[in-house]
């Protein structure tokens, strides 16, 4: 019977890639999050082109 992977033991810590281990195109980003400021930012600016958009439309006949 083949051994699976739950089969085979596995070491206590995780393993943590450091900056040396990892190649130049490596596609695991160091910085951190947006704050929730420019998220909050960025959802206010998209209504309010949207509200510009909507007032243009209404403006336009047809």
């Not at 206010?44 to 047809?62: D, M, Q, T, W």
């Amino acid at each position: 019977m083949p051994a699976s992977a739950h089969d085979v033991p596995t070491t206590t810590a995780p393993i943590t890639p450091t900056a040396a281990d990892r190649p130049a195109t490596s596609t695991v980003r160091d910085d951190p999050p947006a704050p929730a400021a420019a998220s909050g930012a960025r959802r206010l600016l998209g209504r309010a082109a949207h509200a510009v958009r909507a007032a243009h439309a209404a403006a336009v006949p047809f």
